[in-house]
Every structure is written in C-alpha cells, then in structure tokens.
C-alpha cells in the first residue's frame, strides 16, 4: 500500500514531533529536521534517491535558513512536472506574510496550531495522481 511521504521542518523539537506525530495519524510517513537548509538537502536527498516527498511543512520562521528560502531551494530543485505540496506554518498573522509565502513558492500558508482536518484537506494525492504543473511554475 502507498503510503505518502512528509518532511517537516521546524527548530523547535516539540513542534516538530507535534507535527510529524499529526502528520503519522493521517497516513504519513515523515521525517523531521531542524531548519529550512536542512529540509533543502534533505529534499534533495530524498528526490534523487526516488523516495521523493509528496508533503514538505516549513516552519516560515528558522534560524538557519527560514521557510522561504527553502522553499525557493526546493522548488528550484524538483525534478520534472509534479510539485511537492509545499506548506507554510507560523505564529506570525497570515494578512502579513500569506503574500510572501506564496511567491516563494508555498502552496498554502497556514497558523499555528495545525489540527487534523486542516491536514486532510491538503490531500494526500500520490504524486502520479496530481495534475501536472506548467512547463512554467506559478505558485498558487
């Protein structure tokens, strides 16, 4: 049975596990970093060696490389049409950074906590079932 990936990124060590563990009773297998440099090497880790994410949750605020800028990283370095669900999570409000997030490349911007039903209604498509992106990408 597939079972979709998650990576989650985020300093803090409870809100991590918090996360993956919410993340775990939904039907995802995740792994968990430290920092936004960290998710962008693990990303990159995981598409090369064909265990590719379907799911990467980017705390916006880190101090060794924020959400942003490994969103960037990774939307820079997926392979071909099919693009990870990239989520932004943070305790800033979302009226000041939503528009930011989402020209990095985030696919939703979402506050702190993060229930259940919020994470099923992301998906959990695999990426074969996901509709190409353009040749071009535009976050939406």
Known sequence: MFQPRALVADDCPLTAQLHACLLET???????????????????????????????LL?????????????RLIRAIEPGPVLATLVCVTGRPLALVE????????????????????????????????????AFYTPR
Request: proline share 8%.
């Open 26 to 56: 939904v039907g995802y297998r995740t792994t968990v970093v430290e920092s936004g440099n960290a998710a962008a090497l693990e990303f990159h880790r995981a598409t090369t060696t064909g265990g590719p994410f379907e799911l990467v």
């Open 59 to 71: 705390d916006l605020d880190m101090p060794d490389g924020d959400g942003a800028s490994a969103a």
């Open 99 to 134: 528009a930011n997030c989402l020209s990095a490349g985030f696919d939703h911007v979402v506050a702190k906590p993060i229930d259940a039903e919020t994470v099923k209604a992301w998906g959990r498509k695999p990426r074969s079932l996901r509709v190409p992106a353009p």
